[in-house]
């Protein structure tokens, strides 16, 4: 089945930037291609629930969590099976292991996602 394999991750200053990136390789278990799926980015700090940041279907339209809206931006490249997820303005409160996720359409519901990465740590130091 697909795999989703993130990177980028690391340690950044309050107001900086950092772009983490997720490849995929093979298909989802539904026989889907990365090119047929819409891609979404979750988070999840220490003691939290895992959160919905943002997502993007196949012809490139976004949608993103309010906390994070203006700030992040998502994109993704068919001809390089990768999602990218640029990060401005960081904030402490963005600290948390960054995974991405696959789904059949754009959804914000984790629940719909039949893929997963293992996550890369991002934190953001005041």
């Known amino acids: 089945q697909v795999q989703l394999v993130e990177s980028g991750g690391g340690l950044v200053q309050a107001g900086g930037s950092l772009r983490v990136s997720c490849a995929a390789a093979?298909?989802?278990?539904?026989?889907?291609?990365?090119?047929?799926?819409?891609m979404g980015w979750f988070r999840q700090a220490p003691g939290k629930e895992r959160e919905f940041v943002g997502c993007?279907?196949?012809?490139?339209?976004?949608a993103y969590a309010d906390s994070v809206k203006g700030r992040f931006t998502i994109s993704r490249d068919n001809a390089k099976n990768t999602v990218y997820l640029q990060m401005n303005s960081l904030e402490p409160e963005d600290t948390a292991v960054y995974a991405c996720?696959?789904?059949?359409?754009?959804?914000?519901?984790?629940?719909?996602?039949?893929?997963w990465g293992q996550g890369t740590q991002v934190t953001v130091s005041s």
């Open positions: 993007i279907d196949r012809f490139g339209g976004t």
């Open positions: 093979g298909r989802t278990t539904s026989g889907r291609t990365f090119s047929s799926s819409a």
């Open positions: 996720a696959a789904a059949p359409f754009l959804t914000t519901r984790e629940r719909e996602y039949d893929s």
